[in-house]
């Protein structure tokens, strides 16, 4: 029992590049999460997914786009990468919101 | 931004001290949660106490909730060094996603 996947789990990519963060889940979980983290900021909301087939915007969509692939993936995609989008992305999944969510551990991207 | 505040952002103490975490949310809740994180790991769910709770415990935490003033806290006793760690609180309300603090930096001091 895997939990969240997250790959990759390092990247550095140049201003411009694009690139794609892959998630899965096998829980069974209907809603799945992007976050960002950063310094002093705690954890944002990218984009989630209540449901497969539905994706929503969250706090910090700009720059980013995502897929709900099935119930078990959601990838998030960043198709010209700027040095703002330095971060940590953890992708999560509940059940349903509210319920406790499951974080993945992480992928810690660099744009020079 | 709709984040909670969690106070203070960074604590020390000694091992087998206690150490006492508060945070603050901006809305009506269906629940209030409280996440550990340790360095370069995902967030780990540690307990959820629901908006009819006033506190609720597990093993060595005591949370407790205060809906009249939008506040929450985290009390963990007789603390060990492996309890270093980052701990935020969420606040889950409506059919919205969950509301993360911006977390409290505890370091345990063996």
Redesign the interface.
């Known amino acids: 029992n895997a939990g ?1 996947t997250q790959t990759p789990k390092f990247q550095v990519l140049k201003t411009g590049q694009s690139m794609t963060l892959q998630c899965a889940q096998d829980m069974n979980h209907n ?1 799945m ?1 992007w ?1 960002r983290q950063d310094p ?6 990218i984009y ?1 997914s ?1 449901s497969e087939g539905t994706t929503d915007k ?2 910090v969509p700009n720059g980013y786009n995502v897929s709900r692939l099935n119930k078990r993936e959601f990838s998030l995609r960043l198709e010209s990468a700027a040095p703002s989008q330095t971060s940590v992305y ?1 992708c ?1 999944s509940n059940r349903e ?2 319920s ?7 992928t810690r991207l660099t744009v020079t | 931004s709709q984040q909670g505040e969690e106070d203070p952002q960074a604590l020390s103490i000694q091992e087998g001290e206690n150490a006492t975490m508060n945070c603050s949310y901006k809305t009506s809740i269906n629940n209030l949660q409280w996440y550990r994180q340790n360095s370069g790991r995902g967030l780990v769910h540690l307990i959820l106490i629901r908006s009819n709770e006033r506190e609720k415990h597990s093993g060595r935490l005591r949370v407790t909730l205060d809906t009249s003033k939008k506040s929450s806290s985290l009390l963990i006793t007789a603390s060990r060094a492996a309890d270093t760690a980052s701990y935020f609180c969420a606040s889950g309300s409506g059919n919205t996603p969950l509301v993360f603090g911006k977390g409290t930096r505890l370091s345990v001091i063996a």
């Open positions: 969240v809603s999460y976050y002093g900021m705690g954890l944002r909301l989630y209540a969250g706090e953890f999560a919101h509210n406790p969510l499951h974080f993945g551990n992480g």
